[in-house]
Structure formats: C-alpha cells, structure tokens
C-alpha cells in the first residue's frame, strides 16, 4: 500500500465514490453537502492546512485520506476512505492509518494526531484503537444526520 498526493484531477474519483448523503456524512461530516461536488472538494483540498493523499494497493486506487494541521503539534486525520466495500474488512484501514502515521512522524514536531469517528462505526474505532489511538471521552459530541443523533468520538495518538 502506497500513499500519493491527491491533486486537483482526483476530485471527480473521489465524488463517484460517495453513493449517498449517509456515506458522504460518514466520510465527511456535515463540512460537505451530498451530491459531494468536485468544486467543494477542490476548495478543500486547496487549504493550506490540509494534505491529501490518494491510497494505492496493487496499483489500484483503493482510497482516500488527508491530514489536517491544528497547530504546530498537533495534525488530524480526516475523511479516511477505503472506497471499495468489497475490499473493506481486510486490514486496509489499519495500513492505510499506519501510512498516514509514519508521514506525520517525519515532521519532529508533531506530538499529537488526533481524529474524529462516529461511534457507530465500529470497525473503524477498533481500527484507531489497535494502532494506539485513545477516546477522550469527554469530547464526545452529537451530531444529527437526518434526525438521528450520531455520537461523534475524538480519538487521540501521543508519537514521539
């Protein structure tokens, strides 16, 4: 597995792969309407605390990535992806989180990587889990998609 930058030219990929507004709010949370559209993934991609990345696994795209920087100290994974379903389930997430945790363990700065993931996403939270991330439970939030409350966790990792 390979992470690569993710440019301008990947946004419509990343659009097809979001089916429907449920899978949209799971990857991306209300920051981004459903249809996902190339224009707002652009704009994203375009901030300068942002760095996305394309996951390659046999020379496929299998996913989608990006690390935010909160400050000098601290980044966050966001909108973590394994597109296919039929590869999901397979370890990729953990490989695909590993990759993203050894590039922000080249910047010596960083002391903290944290995310956010919604509860009821269990294989994700076990995935964060056996990589180290903990739940700080007292910044558990709410969040509503289309009148359900989802529990929102922040999870966090100390590296070196």
Avoid at 30 to 41: D, I, T
Wanted: glycine share 6%.
């Amino acid at each position: 597995m390979l992470l690569v930058p993710f440019r301008d030219e990947n946004a419509p990929q990343l659009c097809d792969w979001i089916r429907s507004a449920r899978d949209n709010f799971l990857w991306g949370g209300p920051a981004f309407e459903f249809p996902l559209q190339v224009e707002k993934v652009r704009e994203h991609i375009a901030k300068k605390e942002v760095t996305p990345y394309l996951v390659m696994h046999d020379g496929i795209t299998v996913g989608y990535i990006d690390i935010y920087r909160v400050s000098k100290s601290e980044v966050r994974l966001c909108r973590v992806l394994i597109a296919d379903t039929s590869a999901r389930g397979q370890g990729l997430g953990t490989q695909l989180v590993s990759l993203a945790l050894d590039v922000v363990s080249e910047d010596p700065k960083i002391r903290t990587v944290s995310l956010a993931v919604f509860a009821h996403n269990e294989a994700a939270v076990r995935c964060y889990t056996s990589l180290g991330f903990e739940l700080l439970s007292d910044e558990t939030k709410i969040r509503e998609f289309q009148g359900e409350d989802w529990i929102l966790y922040l999870m966090t990792k100390q590296i070196a």
